[in-house]
């Protein structure tokens, strides 16, 4: 069995994450196309297309960064898509000096 997160972009350019176990994550995307669960968050936002896909060798290490994904902003969700790792401690500091100056 191999483990996957993966990123779809949505037709109303939001992003949805999510994981699948299986061969290829393309087949996921093609169930959220096709309808295959109707009440997914992903239904009234379709045709969704895969933008990135991470694989795991155990299932709590997929299940672990699907977590925190789901809870990182836009910017760093993009830096995965590109590629742009090394960007990520900026984007998660930058952050939180923008929260601090509004003091939260």
């Known amino acids: 069995m191999r483990y996957w997160v993966y990123i779809l972009l949505c037709a109303d350019g939001r992003y949805y994450v999510g994981s699948y176990r ?3 994550p393309e087949v996921r995307a093609s169930e959220h196309n096709n309808g295959k669960y109707l009440d997914a ?3 009234k936002r379709l045709p969704v297309t ?3 896909s991470g694989e795991f060798q155990r299932i709590v ?4 960064f699907e977590r925190r994904l789901k809870r990182w902003r836009r910017a760093k969700k993009e830096a995965v898509i590109n590629g ?6 900026g984007l998660a500091m930058a952050h939180s000096r923008k929260a ?3 003091g939260r």
């Not at 290490?61 to 672990?64: A, I, N, P, R």
């Not at 742009?84 to 401690?89: M, Q, R, T």
């Open 50 to 52: 895969l933008v990135w």
């Open 41 to 43: 968050w992903t239904s």
């Open 100 to 102: 601090k100056e509004a």
């Open 84 to 89: 742009e790792w090394s960007a990520l401690p």
């Open 61 to 64: 290490d997929m299940v672990d």
């Open 22 to 24: 299986g061969e290829d």
